[in-house]
């Protein structure tokens, strides 16, 4: 076990999770962000940055759970999160926030970037099923219940959609192109089943259903688990029936090409990871309408977007720009973030050094 010297708590230990966590660049981010705001500029010796806070957060969380006997998945879920509570603070802290939100039209206690972590954290236990052989849907619904559980809504339902099958497919030693569709191919009604009880536990913004398949709306949730199974429809026949007009399902029902190309970007390109992943994810972008994009601001703005990626791409266009320009008009390529997710498990796999 890892130990960090703390000038208050004196010697914090690190278990394995914790140890990996700080090693990230978003924990170790938090070393240069100053918890003491601009006191420090009028009492220079004064030092205090939001990673010492998040350690001491994350030890007063660690004897909280040994002091109430709290162990297992749920205190790991508990420790993670204290330990990156602050991932996505701005500098300067809290005296900033009211220009934030004059500037940005955002605020501070909105969606952000902790939201994802702590969403990927409670994720794990699904994806853990999925690793260990559960079926696809079981697994998938279980990874969407822990997401949920974080309070920003959303983070990650369709990533995680795209990710669990390829997860079972690596522990299965069939992390390619033929052995993903392998995987979702042999799907179930059961698998169906807990894919629509998935959105029970979050909104996702979907299309309306073709009249005839209206018993099969996504947005009735587990209500519709009695039409799935008179219908004996599989997860790969549900994904079958949007693969038109939705990008994840398209991958599901295309052996993940898309995703799978984009890993080979990754591992092509050269510099940090998050440069490549930005890089992908705009050749993604460009390539192909976002169907997400469709979904929320119609297909003129999809295209629109499609076009401004190219630009970028092509060096006619700041790319910084255009995300402040998309945040700003509320339009979110979240399909393309999905395929970048999955983008990156493969190329990860495959040996992508972070």
């Known amino acids: 076990m890892n130990a960090i010297k703390d000038s208050v708590h004196d010697w914090i230990p690190l278990g394995p999770v914790a ?14 962000i100053k918890q003491l705001s601009t006191v420090r500029l009028v009492y220079p010796s004064a030092s205090h940055t939001r990673f010492e806070h998040s350690l001491g957060v994350y030890h007063l969380a660690r004897e ?15 420790r993670a999160a204290a330990l990156l509570h602050d991932v996505g603070h701005g500098p300067y802290g809290h005296q900033t926030e009211d220009v934030i939100r004059r500037r940005t039209g955002r605020d501070h206690e909105g969606l952000r970037f902790e939201h994802f972590v702590a969403g990927a954290v409670g994720a794990r236990l699904g994806l853990e099923l999925a690793a260990d052989g559960a079926r696809v849907g079981r697994a998938f619904e279980r990874a969407v219940a822990g997401m949920s559980e974080q309070s920003g809504g959303n983070t ?25 569709a392998a995987v979702v191919e042999e799907t179930t009604v059961a698998d169906a089943c807990d894919f629509y009880r998935a959105f029970d536990h979050v909104d996702v913004a979907v299309d ?15 209500d519709a688990t009695a039409a799935v199974r008179e219908r004996e429809v599989t997860l790969y026949d549900v994904m079958e029936l949007s693969a038109d007009v939705d990008g994840v399902a398209a991958e599901w029902t295309g052996g993940f090409a898309r995703s799978f190309e ?12 998050y440069r490549r992943a930005s890089r992908a994810f705009l050749r993604l972008l460009a390539a192909e309408v976002d169907t997400f994009v469709v979904t929320r ?31 700003a008009r509320d339009v979110n390529p979240g399909t393309t973030a999905d395929l ?12 992508l050094s972070v």
């Open 64 to 78: 909280a759970l040994r002091f109430l006997d709290v162990d297992g998945e749920r205190a790991d879920h508990v």
């Open 156 to 180: 990650q339902f369709g990533a995680l959609l795209m990710v669990t099958p390829l997860v079972a497919a690596a522990a299965a030693d069939r992390l390619s192109p033929a052995g993903a």
């Open 262 to 273: 984009a890993a080979g970007w990754l591992l092509d390109d050269d510099g940090p990871v």
């Open 208 to 222: 309306d259903p073709p009249p005839d398949l209206d018993d099969l709306d996504v947005r009735r949730g587990g």
């Open 297 to 327: 601001n119609g297909r003129a703005v999809a295209e629109e977007v499609r076009r401004r990626a190219r630009a970028v791409l092509d060096g006619e266009a700041d790319a910084e720009a255009l995300a402040e320009e998309l945040v």
């Open 19 to 32: 140890a990996d966590l700080v090693d990230t660049p978003a924990v170790q981010r938090l070393r240069h």
């Open 340 to 351: 970048t997710a999955a983008a990156l498990f493969v190329a990860l796999e495959r040996g």
